[in-house]
């Protein structure tokens, strides 16, 4: 009896506790976010898709790392995320492991051997339309495999051929496409029919409705050599012969031999330090972290929280940092193995400090209008970021791309997936804007082998020698002012980080001299403010999609999946 009594009471205190273990979680949630986000203690994976977000949740609930998780991942984007997840394209990998080792994995793309300075201008020396991002020769020798390989090669844990099981599943089975896909196949129609010639993958007669199951074959039997035989079963044998022969029958440029060159690079991370916190960003040939680091510097020196938040002093303290970092970008940023960026002095102090010399608060400093630059507007900045972390505390930041909505739009007939159009965030002409409005010069034109500039961002911090954020975004030149909005937003104004994603964003990109905003980001007493001291402010769609983490100060990791597309979060 006396037992009896004692093991109930056992149990009573057992509840009790979780009872008060869980008040506590929801409350000590409610102090960091102000709302009731889920966290998790094992691991999560934020990212564009639901789909994928389950096939990497699986994979770390089946003992695999982030690292597994995020090539799970990467492979199942080329299935369900077709705009931007890829196999045909290329990115970059932030990396930090638990115990603090950080590192980068570079798997961008490169133009081919055949490339040259001038190959998209006419004999007058003008941009041809549409030539850097429509068809074969916008095609950069694609890095998504490669680094895939890599990174499970030094960082895997489980077997690579399970990693690739659920997206070949994804495309065997099919999965019901959303009305936004529906709509953006649709939308592609003609031109897929167009550069395609007959080969039906991703085209519908009837046109595309929501829940209609895509099911890619051809992708499948892709995957499958991949699943045996690694890099080799993308450059090398079937698919890169299928890969040479779209590209011979359509005036393209890449051969087998830059396939089977084609080699993924570890770089050392760039580290920087914003009041107190550790940023561990990309180096080159992404500009976004140099530019990143540029801007957290910058911002260093001022008292962010004081200026209310999207008021006219902070809005002007985030632009003018902007304009000066973009046209740094512009004239320093290239492919590292081709031309040094001077790094070490862009990201001095003194530097930054004196850049902002000329700043007023009583009016806009205009970019020059020597290099006036303009948005073509006609392209979506589809590129995708997914941020992981597992039980352990490693952390993976990837963002990758085919560089515009489903890239060059051209399929690899008889393989079953899309090819990007990188060749144009290279410098095609000095001075001439590519698709995103950014501008470059010599340390960016085009050379055989070299790899272009990008803005991906992929981003991890750190906090007193713990983890503490995982970001990323897609947008083109958006992508790196996301990436800082993301962090100020947690660092200076205490945002939970589903808020700090989900708020509206600002953007300003040096050329052309215009404020970017999403609607009502600023209100319209600031925008007046700002336009009196002489801003031009330019409305426009979503800037950004960003996908983050938080490990919170009790140990929980927190997400921030982006309201602005399908995004989610998932953990356990
Ligand atoms: N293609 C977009 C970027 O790399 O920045």
Sequence with gaps: MFKQIRKKDFKIAISAFSLLLFLFIACTNHQIGKENAPIYRNGMVVTANPLASKVG??????????????????????????NAGNIGGGGFMVYRSSTGESNTLDFREKAPEAASKNMYLDSAGNPIANLSTEGHLAVGVPGSVAGMWQAHQKYGKLD??????????LAKSGFKI????????????????????GYGYLVNEKQWKKDDLLIQNDLVETLKLIQEQGRDGFYKGKTADLIADEMMRNKGLITKRDLVNYQAVWRKPLIGNYKGYKIIAMPPPSSGGVALLQL?????????????????????????AER??????????GDPDFYQAPIKNLLSKSYLKNRMNNFSFDKATPSSEILAGDFKGKESEQTTHFSITDKDGNAVAITTTLNGSFGAKVFVKGAGFLLNNEMDDFSVKPGTPNMYGLVGGEANAIQPNKRM?????????????????????????????TVLQTITNVIDYQMSIQKAVNVKRVHHQWLPDLIYIEKDALDSLTSQKLTHKG???????????????LLNKWGYYEGGADPRGDDSKMGY
């Design 57 to 82: 949740l699986e994979i770390l609930k089946k003992g695999g790392n982030a690292v597994d998780a995020a090539v799970a991942v990467q492979f199942a984007l080329a299935v369900v995320y077709p």
């Design 160 to 169: 690579w051929k399970d990693l690739i099981q659920p997206a070949i599943k």
């Design 178 to 197: 959303t009305q936004i896909q529906a709509e953006e196949l649709n939308s592609e129609d003609s031109i897929f029919r167009v550069l395609n010639s």
């Design 296 to 320: 957290l510097g910058t911002l260093e020196n001022y008292p962010l929280a004081k200026y209310p938040f999207h008021g006219d002093s902070s809005t002007q303290i985030f632009v003018e």
């Design 324 to 333: 000066r970092a973009y046209a740094d970008r512009a004239t320093y940023l």
């Design 453 to 481: 500039l990008s803005s991906m961002t992929p981003t991890i911090v750190e906090k007193d020698g713990k983890l503490f954020m995982v970001v990323g975004s897609p947008g083109g030149s958006t992508i790196i002012t």
């Design 535 to 549: 801003y031009k402010i330019l409305e426009r769609g979503n800037i950004g999609r960003c996908d983050a983490i």
